[in-house]
């Protein structure tokens, strides 16, 4: 891992569609509107988009905290553009302010908090889950 600067910035954009609605995840007699696990997934994209460049080979950075508000209904068919900036790193862990729009207003903010892995430890990690017994929830 390279040292990631304060102030870094990512952005992450994509149309809405039937499957990114709240229909989809919640209640089928929702309204046709953009659904916050959606806008939550454009923030992390952008968020990861903003570190990127100083990941070494071998390595990403996972989602580990999120804690925003969706402030307004978006329809299918509009844009939506979601923006992220660092604002704190210790060690590993990378701290985010995010924002999401759509073509009209914003429509989203919070913070949000990613951990840099080694993809090639996570793999052997979770290999060791799938031959361990498993254990009813």
């Given at each position: 891992m390279q040292d990631i600067p304060l102030g870094a910035k990512g952005s992450?954009?994509?149309l809405v569609g039937p499957s990114h609605l709240a229909s989809q995840f919640k209640d089928n007699i929702l309204p046709p509107v953009f659904a916050t696990?959606?806008?939550?997934?454009?923030?992390?994209?952008?968020?990861?988009?903003?570190?990127r460049q100083y990941l070494d080979p071998g390595e990403s950075a996972v989602g580990t905290k999120v804690d925003v508000t969706h402030m307004a209904a978006t329809p299918v068919g509009h844009r939506v553009r979601a923006e992220a900036?660092?604002?704190?790193?210790?060690?590993?862990?990378?701290?985010?302010?995010?924002?999401a729009w759509d073509e009209a207003e914003q429509i989203g903010a919070g913070t949000h908090e990613r951990m840099i892995v080694d993809i090639e430890r996570l793999g052997k990690r979770l290999a060791g889950k799938q031959a361990a017994p498993s254990r009813r929830v």
């Open positions: 992450f954009a994509m696990p959606m806008m939550v997934l454009i923030m992390e994209n952008a968020a990861l988009n903003a570190v900036e660092v604002v704190g790193v210790a060690g590993r862990q990378i701290q985010f302010r995010v924002a």
